[in-house]
């Protein structure tokens, strides 16, 4: 008789700080509530451990959310009925012949699998018989569940931030932890090496006209592509929900995985900013992610990238890893899927880069670009820095930088040989 309660659920639209949320239990023939547990809470899931009640008979539970010491809410009333279990033995000799054997019991069950990488949910609804078979170890019948059945279609349904989160306060131990790296500038990829000559550098004079980059047009661009890499054992996941399609607030976390690829937890980033933008991907960025800048023979820096937006995602294989533990063999985090793609009033995205998988930024986007116009011909420094914002937390925090040197004059650049440095070979 009695059996766990589960007890969780989901707040929106509250202020930054944390507000106090109460269980309450009602019992049988009580006049009046009782509290049964306290959190203290943010916007998104929570989850009170499962309650247990005993007695035959109905028990009720349900939560208040306080403000300032003020109700502002009262969740539904969740309504629980307990039935005693019907004894397994009888009699002074008890045997099959002189117990009645007991009715089989119809057991359901609704089993949600969520595939948070393309945030959706599936669902599927299960049932089985319980019957009852004679110990005579134990002289009583005892019960023999027979195997789940579906019953009907399975349904999928997109999942939110609610699903595909622990919270935790802190990186948990034993987390498979990535490690971003910028691949060295002047290995980019076939297609930018065929556009720039090899050279994975060039200088487009007078940018054309691109409705999403109005003020670029005319100026004079150097141009090169950005590999991020993840050499990490462990995914680098980014997770993210708001309130609804127009708050322009976002929930950021971190997930973190064992090496088998369980979720430990997950770290609130609430640094980490994003916007939705037309740059030919349509999908939401992560504020200044990476880094772009052009530093003078003194050091300073002379301009900085026109991109300031970006979305994690598995578009380039690393062939030192390929095979290993661990690294997928197709990507995890795909462009249909991450980052929001086309969805602007979405309510839950998800950015990551798997073990062994980079994201490439290619010369052909129009943002990818340094503006050097009215610069001086000569020698530069080309810097790229891997997460900037620190949104992701890294194995190693030390090595995200990459750097090589160029030379520019007029509408030719050119790569001062055995200058590259800090980039992942």
């Not at 969740?75 to 005693?84: E, G, P, T």
């Not at 990535?178 to 000559?197: F, M, N, S, V």
């Not at 991450?338 to 839950?348: E, N, Q, R, V």
């Not at 009215?374 to 930088?401: F, Q």
Request: charged share 20%.
């Amino acid at each position: 008789m009695g059996a766990p309660i589960p007890i969780k659920g989901y707040t929106s639209d509250l202020s930054a700080r944390k507000h106090k949320l109460v269980l309450q239990r009602h019992r049988p023939g009580a006049r009046n509530w009782s509290t049964r547990a306290v959190q203290y809470v943010r916007e998104g899931g929570y989850r009170f451990s499962p309650q247990y009640w005993n007695r035959s008979g109905s028990v009720k539970y349900r939560t208040v959310l306080y403000s300032r010491g003020r109700v502002i809410d009262v969740s539904n009333v969740i309504k629980v009925r307990v039935v005693a279990k019907p004894p397994a033995t009888c009699g002074s000799a008890p045997s099959p012949s002189t117990c009645p054997k007991p009715a089989s019991i119809v057991e359901q069950r609704v089993v949600e699998v969520p595939n948070c990488p393309q945030l959706t949910v599936a669902r599927r609804d299960e049932t089985r018989v319980v019957s009852w078979i004679w110990d005579a170890g134990r002289r009583a019948w005892a019960q023999s569940p027979q195997t789940w059945v579906q019953v009907g279609s399975e349904m999928t349904r997109a999942a939110g931030a609610a699903d595909c989160i622990k919270v935790v306060d802190q990186t948990p131990a034993g987390a498979a932890l990535p490690d971003l790296r910028i691949k060295d500038l002047t290995k980019c990829g076939q297609g930018d090496a065929a556009a720039t000559g090899g050279t994975c550098f060039m200088i487009v004079p007078e940018a054309p006209f691109d409705e999403d980059f109005p003020a670029l047009a005319g100026k004079k661009l150097l141009k090169f592509g950005v590999i991020t890499m993840n050499v990490g054992d462990g995914p680098g996941e980014i997770v993210a929900d708001r309130s609804g399609p127009d708050a322009a607030s976002w929930q950021a976390y971190q997930s973190f995985y064992d090496p088998s690829g369980t979720l430990l937890g997950s770290v609130a980033e609430p640094e980490v900013k994003f916007y939705f933008a037309g740059d030919g991907h349509n999908h939401w960025h992560v504020r200044d992610f990476d880094t772009y800048e052009l530093l003078d023979s003194t050091g300073t820096v002379a301009a900085r990238a026109e991109k300031h937006g970006y979305c994690m995602q598995d578009n380039t294989t690393y062939g030192p890893l390929a095979s290993q533990p661990g690294v997928p063999a197709l990507p995890v985090y795909a462009e249909a899927s991450s980052c929001g793609k086309g969805l602007p009033d979405a309510l839950t995205i998800i950015h990551g880069l798997s073990r062994g998988w980079g994201d490439t930024y290619p010369t052909t986007l129009p943002d990818q670009a340094i503006d050097v116009t009215g610069l001086a011909d000569g020698e530069y420094t080309v810097r790229v820095h891997a997460d900037a914002v620190g949104a992701v937390t890294e194995a190693d925090e030390s090595n995200n930088t990459s750097e090589v040197r160029i030379s520019i004059a007029g509408s030719v650049v050119t790569v001062v040989p055995g200058t590259a440095s800090g980039g992942l070979p």
